[in-house]
């Protein structure tokens, strides 16, 4: 047989796979028993087409290559070997008879971890397979902790690219919740102003309709009650006369007050001047409150100091204001 592989009796707790290759049956046999009687499992190629097939099933630890061989030497199955990226890393170790230092360089050369030569001293050959395994073995370990440390920075990475990009969605959420609350404060904001404004204007009116009620029942309705009470002598007449009049200041008393007597004298429009007057609102303002121009609001200024009998006179308009109604 062409291959022949021998293992040692405990298997399990091989020290290492080896393989041997050299055409030389009977250093072929020497070396197997030798290894596999240190504890290692062998598996042995008698070609170097045959070694490199062995090498394509199964990775060995360690291979032992005579270079003198017919068809492929040694040199030629080193170098394919360290082509090959599974197979590059394996530590090569030549056994020759070739001792002239040109053949060590050139096997050095082509990748080979070590140099045996022939006659070969059991010693010798078991001292370099411990060495070389050892060395293959930390050197494997090693590239193993590089591979996870290499995973795991990889894994690091990700996370972090992740947990960034998480980050930034979560920036980009709060900003944008920022914005629709910000936005939604500043429209109930608005609303409430309007709200105001419009409240502020629905008493202004209602101010406005009662103190022109009352000026009103003082100009127009008064004088003819007057009148009517002074040319009538029926007594029924009379008596009609007295129940409207009481009826009347029923209506008027509770809004005649809350003015004072002085605001009978102004017009609807100057009892609302007067009363945004009073509020401390500016001409500019009063004149935007109430669809006027800003010199109209000025000559209603001066007229209600003149009604007021304010005229000529250093007195705060606002402040008199304030005090002739709550």
């Known amino acids: 047989m062409e291959i022949d592989q021998t293992l040692s009796e405990n298997v399990d707790h091989a020290k290492g796979n080896i393989?041997?290759?050299?055409?030389?049956?009977?250093?072929?046999?020497?070396?197997?028993?030798?290894?596999?009687?240190?504890?290692?499992?062998?598996l042995a190629a008698s070609k170097g087409s045959l070694a490199l097939g062995a090498v394509e099933r199964?990775?060995?630890?360690?291979?032992?290559?005579?270079i003198k061989m017919s068809g492929m030497d040694g040199y030629e199955v080193c170098r394919r070997l360290k082509k090959d990226k599974k197979a590059s890393e394996i530590p090569v170790i030549f056994i020759s008879a070739l001792d002239d230092a040109e053949d060590k360089v050139k096997g050095f050369e082509l990748g080979c971890a070590d140099y045996i030569t022939k006659p070969f001293q059991f010693e010798e050959v078991l001292a370099r397979v411990q060495a070389h395994l050892g060395f293959f073995k930390l050197?494997?370990?090693?590239?193993?902790?590089?591979?996870?440390?290499?995973?795991?920075i990889f894994e690091r990475q990700r996370v972090e690219v992740?947990?960034?990009?998480?980050?930034?969605?979560?920036?980009?959420?709060?900003?944008?919740?920022?914005?629709?609350?910000?936005?939604?404060?500043?429209?109930l904001?608005?609303?409430?102003?309007?709200?105001?404004?419009?409240?502020?204007?629905?008493?202004?009116?209602?101010?406005?309709?009662?103190?022109?009620?009352?000026?009103?029942?003082?100009?127009?309705?008064?004088?003819?009650l007057e009148q009517m009470r002074k040319t009538t002598d029926e007594e029924e007449n009379k008596t009609c006369l007295k129940i409207i009049e009481t009826n009347l200041n029923e209506l008027v008393v509770p809004i005649r007050n809350s003015i004072s007597s002085k605001y009978m004298d102004l017009t609807p429009t100057e009892i609302k001047v007067a009363d945004l007057i009073r509020q401390d609102k500016g001409t500019k303002e009063i004149a935007e409150h109430l669809n006027l121009s800003i010199s109209t609001v000025s000559n209603f200024r001066h007229n209600i100091r003149k009604k007021l009998g304010l005229n000529n006179k250093k007195t705060n308009?606002?402040?008199?204001?304030?005090?002739?109604a709550p």
């Open 19 to 42: 393989l041997v290759v050299d055409d030389n049956p009977e250093n072929l046999r020497i070396l197997v028993q030798l290894l596999t009687d240190a504890g290692y499992k062998v």
């Open 58 to 66: 199964s990775l060995p630890d360690l291979i032992l290559l005579d």
């Open 139 to 152: 050197k494997k370990q090693l590239n193993e902790k590089i591979g996870l440390l290499h995973h795991e």
């Open 162 to 187: 992740m947990l960034q990009k998480k980050h930034d969605q979560m920036e980009q959420e709060v900003a944008q919740r920022t914005a629709e609350l910000r936005e939604k404060s500043r429209h």
């Open 189 to 224: 904001e608005e609303v409430n102003q309007a709200l105001k404004a419009m409240l502020d204007h629905r008493d202004l009116e209602k101010r406005a309709i009662e103190d022109n009620m009352a000026v009103n029942l003082k100009k127009y309705v008064n004088p003819y």
């Open 317 to 324: 308009l606002k402040t008199y204001l304030s005090t002739l």
